[in-house]
């Protein structure tokens, strides 16, 4: 057998008329010369558009963190090249751990997450961007929210006639809790004997010349709008 001889290819197809182009003509060569140079305006100016300092595209906002959960602070930044982020909290750097999560989201937008919410984490966070062409920063409060609860409640308590009685709880909340006492049921009335005093973490109750009549069961409440809690304690006078 022999082998079939090759077949011939078909002869290329004349382009329509009005389809040519002439690569000499001078009218072509200086189209061609308007495309470049509008080409590399276009990129100059696209490259002087990125390049430069950070900006702040849309500012970092005020959020509220409940006790026990999570908390995010969010910032659009616009920066070419890359920026190196650092977030902070009350002018203290915070490092990328299970505590404070840095998250990058998008090309332009960068987070700070903050876990296990605790009355500890209320403060002023800044994220402070910078490249090599210069830096910005912008800040916003976390604000915690903590039911409030009584950490430590007042001791039993005996005492002498004529002696000075204290009894002192230890109390947490935010908004700050309302905090108030009662013995046997019935709200103190206060006066220049029987008092109590509110700080900042907490509460003590106080019977000058203590008598008899003084003994019974106290209690302390704390109640603000996440919730309230209540501790006794026994007070006996002889």
Same mark, same amino acid.
């Given at each position: $057998?022999?082998?079939?001889?090759? /077949?011939?290819?078909?002869?290329?197809? /004349?382009?329509?008329?009005? !389809?040519?182009?002439d690569?000499?003509?001078?009218?072509?060569?200086?189209?061609a010369?308007?495309?470049? /140079?509008?080409?590399?305006?276009?990129?100059?100016?696209?490259?002087?558009r990125?390049?430069?300092?950070?900006?702040?595209?849309?500012?970092?906002?005020?959020?509220?963190?409940?006790?026990?959960?999570?908390?995010k602070?969010? !910032?659009?930044?616009?920066?070419?090249?890359?920026?190196? %982020?650092? @977030?902070?909290?009350?002018?203290?750097?915070?490092? +990328?751990?299970?505590?404070?999560?840095?998250v990058?989201?998008?090309? +332009?937008?960068?987070?700070?997450?903050?876990?296990?919410?605790?009355?500890?984490?209320?403060?002023?966070?800044?994220?402070?961007?910078?490249?090599?062409f210069?830096? !910005?920063?912008?800040?916003?409060?976390?604000?915690?929210?903590?039911?409030?609860? %009584? *950490?430590?409640?007042?001791?039993n308590?005996?005492?002498?006639?004529?002696t000075t009685?204290?009894?002192?709880?230890?109390i947490?909340?935010?908004?700050?809790? +309302?905090?108030? @006492?009662?013995?046997?049921?019935?709200?103190?009335?206060?006066?220049?004997?029987?008092?109590?005093?509110?700080?900042?973490?907490?509460?003590?109750?106080? %019977?000058?010349?203590?008598?008899? *009549? +003084?003994?019974?069961?106290?209690?302390?409440?704390?109640?603000?709008?996440?919730? $309230?809690? *209540?501790?006794?304690?026994?007070?006996?006078?002889?």
């Amino acid at each position: $057998m022999s082998k079939a001889a090759p /077949a011939k290819k078909p002869a290329a197809a /004349a382009p329509p008329p009005g !389809c040519t182009l002439d690569i000499n003509d001078p009218q072509v060569q200086k189209a061609a010369i308007r495309i470049q /140079a509008s080409y590399r305006g276009h990129r100059s100016r696209k490259e002087l558009r990125e390049k430069g300092p950070p900006r702040v595209l849309e500012p970092l906002k005020d959020v509220v963190l409940i006790e026990g959960s999570a908390a995010k602070l969010t !910032c659009r930044i616009s920066a070419f090249p890359d920026p190196f %982020i650092r @977030w902070s909290k009350d002018g203290k750097e915070l490092r +990328d751990g299970p505590k404070y999560r840095y998250v990058f989201e998008d090309p +332009d937008v960068v987070a700070l997450v903050v876990r296990d919410g605790e009355l500890a984490d209320l403060g002023q966070y800044s994220i402070n961007v910078t490249n090599p062409f210069g830096q !910005c920063s912008d800040s916003a409060r976390i604000l915690v929210e903590v039911p409030a609860k %009584i *950490q430590k409640g007042p001791d039993n308590t005996k005492a002498r006639k004529g002696t000075t009685v204290t009894l002192t709880a230890e109390i947490l909340g935010e908004p700050a809790p +309302d905090v108030g @006492w009662t013995k046997d049921g019935e709200d103190i009335e206060e006066d220049d004997r029987v008092f109590f005093e509110i700080g900042s973490t907490t509460t003590t109750l106080t %019977i000058r010349r203590a008598t008899p *009549q +003084d003994s019974g069961k106290y209690e302390v409440y704390v109640e603000n709008s996440l919730g $309230m809690d *209540q501790s006794f304690a026994r007070v006996d006078v002889a």
